[in-house]
């Protein structure tokens, strides 16, 4: 079957990826089949093999659906004379792309499916969006905005804190949608106050 014209490939694959993310989130592995999930599209699953090859690369590519997502919005967030600000406005970024794509945010940092683990291909594809992270933190260490540190290591610790907010958040448990803010805000004021105290 030959590809389909540019525009409807790429919302094909946008339809297949977000059907198989609801059936994810709302069923469980079990129920991620092709057959489902070109049901769930409103397609045959030529449209899926022809795409993806069959479910493995169907997971690969809703995983790397979630990266390219979260890398867009980190890449909408505007660049300031103020680098403490831009790197909240990534935090703010992860969030609102959690809170739009809850189906997939599952399948990026968990392993809801037991035999998919990405291969270092697939690791490289989404290693942008945390090397974005590590240079926000690098910008604001070499501005004297934060004390001397390994921008690394910050990154790992932001990333650590900005999960941990979204996997209670997308679970209910931080409150209503004000509520989920307040927490997030505090959490970062307090991480921002000790990086810039060292």
């Known amino acids: 079957m030959p590809r389909p014209r540019n525009r409807d490939y790429v919302e094909l694959r946008r339809d297949l990826v977000d059907a198989g993310g609801r059936l994810l989130a709302a ?29 493995a690369g169907l997971v690969r590519e809703m995983f790397l659906a979630g990266f ?34 809850p189906h997939l945010y599952e399948l990026m940092f968990g392993r809801p499916v037991p035999e998919f683990q990405p291969d270092a291909e697939t690791a490289a594809l989404i290693q942008p969006t945390f090397d974005a992270l590590v240079a926000a933190v690098a910008r604001c260490t070499a501005e004297g905005a934060f004390a001397p540190s390994e921008p690394y290591d910050v990154a790992v610790m932001l990333n650590g804190l900005a999960h941990g907010l979204c996997s209670l958040e997308l679970r209910g448990a931080l409150g209503d949608p004000d509520e989920a803010r307040h927490h997030w805000e505090r959490a970062f004021d307090t991480m921002v106050r000790g990086l810039a105290s060292g």
């Open 68 to 101: 390219e997502r979260l890398a867009e919005a980190f890449a909408a967030v505007p660049r300031t004379d103020d680098a403490v600000a831009d790197l909240r406005g990534l935090g703010q970024a992860y969030r609102a792309n959690a809170l739009a794509n």
């Open 27 to 55: 069923e469980g592995p079990s129920a991620l089949s092709t057959r489902r999930v070109a049901q769930q599209a409103g397609v045959s699953t030529t449209a899926v093999y022809s795409l993806f090859g069959d479910k």
